[in-house]
């Protein structure tokens, strides 16, 4: 019986360049055998809708798009009883985990990964019981993926976003929290934190060191804590800059499957570089390997 594939891709992601090469892709699925049932996403979390209600009728599921229509094909086929694998073609202006995993940022060649033969089993995390692939953050920055203009993304890629971010800093908001996991208590003034399933994050590599494994059931945790003066600012600049946040008296990592952050105001968080909802307690757990995806 010759097998099925859902294609879902977001023709608005990245430069919109998916919509010419659509032919081509599908060429490369039905020259592997699969009978392919093309979707294009009509708004935020259709894609997701889509897979939740026929997801269980296909063998592969193919998404393209940012890491925000990656987001919803892994939340929705979080929400199937079969965990269905995932093809994934990276189309979006940063595509941190597609990096991570090495898939080709070329169409065709990514294409090609995601109807092949090798299956990576990947972690996947719940914010309050939000799914997402490979980051969750609040503070410093962290709203400027989904606050940055689409046509600016497009036209200037990375720079739009630290173009953003720059107005923030004569702006400045910290919060007072408490995070608590195994083996770990702290409190404290924190600009920004992270939790991190990924080699890349923003678009930079080895934010969170070089030891990150995607399978391995722990978190990378950053808590970059507020500087209290020139010295120290200096310094937490000087270890973004270098992309090093393991050297810095400002800043806290750990690794963990687990934990909880608290605060006395809620707090805005971001999931894959979406809007996650607003917080005053967060629980956070790691899923181990419970998806799998096509990788080269």
């Known amino acids: 019986m010759q097998k099925k594939l859902l294609f879902v891709y977001n023709a608005h992601a990245g430069k919109g360049q998916i919509k010419n090469k659509i032919s081509d892709i599908v060429d490369i699925f039905v020259k592997k055998d699969y009978e392919v049932t093309i979707y294009p996403t009509q708004y935020y979390l259709d894609g997701y809708r889509k897979i939740k209600e026929v997801g269980e009728k296909y063998d592969l599921i193919v998404c393209s798009g940012g890491d ?15 965990k269905i694998p995932i093809g994934y073609i990276p189309a979006g202006t940063t595509n941190d985990f597609s990096t991570s995993l090495g ?22 995390g719940t914010l309050n019981g939000k799914y997402f692939v490979y980051v969750a953050a609040f503070g ?4 400027v993926s989904y606050q940055t203009n689409q046509d600016l993304k497009n036209v ?35 600009l920004y934190g992270m939790v991190t399933n990924s080699i890349s ?9 070089k030891d990150v494994k995607l399978d391995d059931g722990l978190y990378e945790v950053t808590l970059i804590k507020r500087p209290q003066n020139p010295l120290q ?27 909880t952050i608290t605060s006395e105001e809620e707090i805005p968080w971001t999931v894959d570089g979406e ?22």
């Open 68 to 82: 925000g229509t990656l987001n919803e094909t892994v939340s929705g086929i979080m929400n199937l009883k079969s």
């Open 103 to 124: 898939i080709p940022k070329q169409p065709l060649k990514a294409a090609e990964v995601a109807v092949g033969d090798h299956i990576f089993s990947s972690d996947i």
């Open 140 to 143: 410093l920055f962290t709203d």
């Open 156 to 190: 200037l890629g990375h720079s739009a976003y630290l173009l953003e971010g720059v107005k923030r800093l004569y702006n400045i908001t910290s919060y007072a929290i408490k995070v608590r996991c195994e083996g770990v208590e702290l409190s404290g003034d924190y």
């Open 201 to 209: 994050v923003g678009g930079f590599k080895n934010l969170t060191g």
């Open 233 to 259: 600012v200096n310094e937490l600049i000087g270890s973004v800059l270098s992309g090093d946040l393991k050297n810095s008296s400002n800043i806290d990592n750990f690794k963990t499957s687990r934990l």
């Open 275 to 296: 809007y996650g909802g607003d917080y005053k307690n967060v629980e956070i757990v790691n899923y181990q390997s419970a998806v799998q995806i096509h990788i080269p």
